[in-house]
């Protein structure tokens, strides 16, 4: 099978970024990291693409304020210039512009901490909690012009206890996170993906069964 070249866009600390880079080192994901790049000078990020001698660019936004489809048009040149296949974010703390969706269609892909399309947006815990809900989770999607509104892939579910925290829901929810991911990515690789109107359809994918979870 061959590996699918990645374009891991980040922000900050990038957990996520590592469990792909420990998920391909491991043979367990048929990828190769080609580049991450990151708006931040100072993101950890960068410095766990180095440690694996991985291409880590900083692209600055600093001149950009209100000009996103000009510093997208630098994120696709710095892909395209390493053969990126799938665009992977990570972190990245910047809305995507048709600019960076049109040079690669239906090949960016998301992760947010909620089940989608249930709390969009920021601070999805603390809204989870607020709302009493008895499940959270977290969803990986292609990437649309919305926020958050992209065609689901995967999602997995994460009861909400009782004695939750927003900082001990977040936990609980990023070591899915850490799952999905990658496994999103495989399913990519494994040309299993077909995106249909909003839903993205799984070969080999669930088509019978009655399983259900119940909280409390």
């Not at 990126?84 to 239906?106: D, H, Q, S, W």
């Not at 999805?124 to 009493?132: S, Y």
């Not at 292609?142 to 900082?167: C, R, S, Y």
Request: glycine residues 8%; proline residues 4%; aromatic residues 6%.
């Amino acid at each position: 099978m061959k590996k699918v070249k990645l374009g891991v866009l980040v922000s900050g600390r990038g957990s996520n970024l590592q469990a792909i880079i420990d998920n391909i080192e491991s043979g367990s994901l048929s990828a190769e990291l080609a580049v991450v790049i990151s708006d931040q000078a100072d993101a950890y990020s960068l410095e766990r693409a180095k440690k694996h001698n991985i291409s880590a660019v900083h692209v600055s936004a600093k001149d950009y304020t209100g000009k996103r489809d000009g510093y997208d048009a630098l994120l696709v040149k710095e892909l395209q210039k390493h053969n990126v296949e799938l665009v992977v974010l990570a972190g990245f703390m910047r809305i995507i512009t048709p600019t960076l969706l049109k040079a690669f269609p239906n090949r960016v892909m998301n992760i947010h901490p909620a089940l989608l399309p249930a709390f969009p947006g920021l601070h999805v815990q603390k809204t989870a909690l607020e709302h009493g809900a008895k499940f959270s989770g977290c969803t990986v999607h292609f990437v649309d012009e919305g926020m958050d509104t992209g065609p689901i892939i995967i999602q997995a579910v994460v009861p909400v206890l009782d004695n939750d925290t927003e900082d001990s829901l977040s936990a609980r929810i990023l070591k899915q996170e850490h799952k999905i991911y990658s496994r999103a990515i495989q399913l990519y690789a494994e040309g299993k993906l077909k995106v249909e109107g909003r839903r993205v359809l799984v070969t080999g994918g669930k088509t019978a069964g009655d399983e259900f979870l119940i909280n409390p």
